[in-house]
């Protein structure tokens, strides 16, 4: 019998998310019905309740918020062969339209009417049940939790990030910013073969989290430090320039770093989003052949992430810092933006007999 108390996490507007009750939805023949697990909270969803927008993505109606998660299938629709009730799934949260010549070339992260979990208007899956297409829900193995399925989003950022910027073995890699974001691209680069690794951050908690997981070098940022600094530091440290840099801050002296930082002939990767126009460094870029590559979320990246958690070669549970219930999520959203605590990863439990 389908359940009937799906509470949900709705964000109104600024400041403005309360818990209500939404009907459970239900699966078309394509799609399946979840009981969600855990779902993280990401530093966008946090944008989204300060500020009510992220550039043109304006939240106008109500939306549920929420879009890294898990869940355990319940009902499956007459269409759906690859999973069955019971099977624990990592969500993919972006569904493209199928038929533009991105999708149908599989390039579908870059569909231009993609459907993705609190991205308005769509709602996202910070509920108790949640339908979603089922070729977007990809099987946990037995040893991957629930909740690592739920960090499996996060992750794919990393190993997209890491795929753009061609990082193989023996690859000496910096990373600009100890945030979820940078650490999980740390641990994709280090499972596809980077074996030199240097990250900076601000803050030296987030550095410590990165020597956790088993980063070789930190580098913590002084405000009043200067560009030429931070680069020359970054060569000494290493002993050499990187061959790959993956901007993970948005920040403009992070982006001129990672571009005068790179080896000649090496790659940029810019994850990170900051203000909407940059002054870089360009001709030092250009004269050297350093490729700067944009990221987009992630494309066919889900199956990867979740081997390298199957297999050991990343452990993202040391991420996760702190629990809540549903109830709680005012809580959480707090903690998640006033930074307290230190938090990396928060996860909410929407189902009560999950979190106690
Ligand atoms: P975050 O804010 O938690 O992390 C950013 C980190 O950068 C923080 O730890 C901060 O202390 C550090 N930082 C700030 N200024 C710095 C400086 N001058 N030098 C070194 N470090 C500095 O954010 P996050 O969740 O880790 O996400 C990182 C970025 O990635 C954000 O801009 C986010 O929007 C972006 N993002 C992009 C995509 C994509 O598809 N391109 C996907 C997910 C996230
Ligand atoms: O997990 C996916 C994700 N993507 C982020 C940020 C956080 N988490 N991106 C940055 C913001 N963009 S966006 O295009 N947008 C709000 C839809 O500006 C998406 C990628
Ligand atoms: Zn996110």
């Given at each position: 019998?389908?359940?009937?108390?799906?509470?949900?996490?709705?964000?109104?507007?600024?400041?403005?998310?309360r818990l209500e009750r939404r009907p459970t939805p239900i699966p078309q023949d394509h799609q399946v019905l979840l009981k969600i697990a855990t779902v993280g909270i990401c530093g966008s969803d946090v944008?989204?309740?300060?500020?009510?927008?992220?550039?043109?993505?304006?939240?106008?109606?109500?939306?549920?918020?929420?879009?890294e998660a898990s869940g355990t299938v319940l009902e499956v629709g007459k269409n759906v062969t690859n999973l069955k009730p019971g099977d624990r799934v990592a969500i993919e949260p972006g569904v493209g339209c199928r038929t533009c010549s991105f999708c149908k070339k599989g390039?579908?992260?870059?569909?231009?009417?993609?459907?993705?979990?609190a991205s308005p208007p769509y709602d996202g899956n910070l509920c108790r049940y949640y339908v979603h297409d089922a070729d977007f829900c990809f099987k946990l193995p037995d040893n991957v939790s629930l909740e690592e399925g739920t960090l499996i989003e996060p992750l794919a950022v990393g190993v997209h990030a890491c795929k753009r910027?061609?990082?193989?073995?023996?690859?000496?890699?910096?990373?600009?910013?100890?945030?979820?974001?940078?650490?999980?691209?740390?641990?994709?680069?280090k499972a596809m073969g980077a074996t030199k690794t240097i990250i900076t951050d601000l803050v030296g908690g987030r550095l410590d989290k990165a020597k956790e997981l088993g980063v070789d070098y930190t580098l913590k940022i002084e405000k009043n430090m200067t560009e030429v600094e931070i680069v020359s530091k970054i060569e000494e440290l290493l002993q050499e320039a990187p061959d790959v840099s993956l901007e993970c801050t948005?920040?403009?002296?992070?982006?001129r770093v990672a571009l005068e930082a790179t080896k000649t002939g090496g790659v940029v990767t810019l994850v990170g989003l900051g203000k909407f126009e940059l002054t870089l460094p360009l001709e030092n870029a250009i004269l050297r052949e350093v490729d700067i590559r944009g990221v987009f979320r992630y494309n066919n990246d889900y199956p990867a992430a979740i081997e390298m958690v199957k297999t050991g070669k990343v452990d993202l549970k040391p991420l996760i810092t702190y629990h809540f219930r549903i109830e709680d999520s005012g809580k959480a959203f707090h903690m998640a933006k006033t930074g307290e605590g230190n938090p990396i990863k928060i996860l909410i439990h929407p189902n009560p007999d999950d979190y106690y």
């Open positions: 019998m389908t359940p009937q108390d799906n509470l949900a996490a709705v964000l109104y507007g600024i400041e403005d998310l944008h989204f309740l300060v500020n009510g927008r992220i550039g043109s993505y304006v939240l106008e109606k109500p939306m549920i918020i929420g879009h390039k579908y992260h870059l569909c231009s009417d993609m459907i993705f979990c910027a061609k990082v193989r073995f023996g690859d000496v890699v910096l990373i600009l910013g100890a945030g979820p974001i940078g650490l999980v691209t740390l641990l994709a680069a948005g920040v403009e002296q992070c982006v």
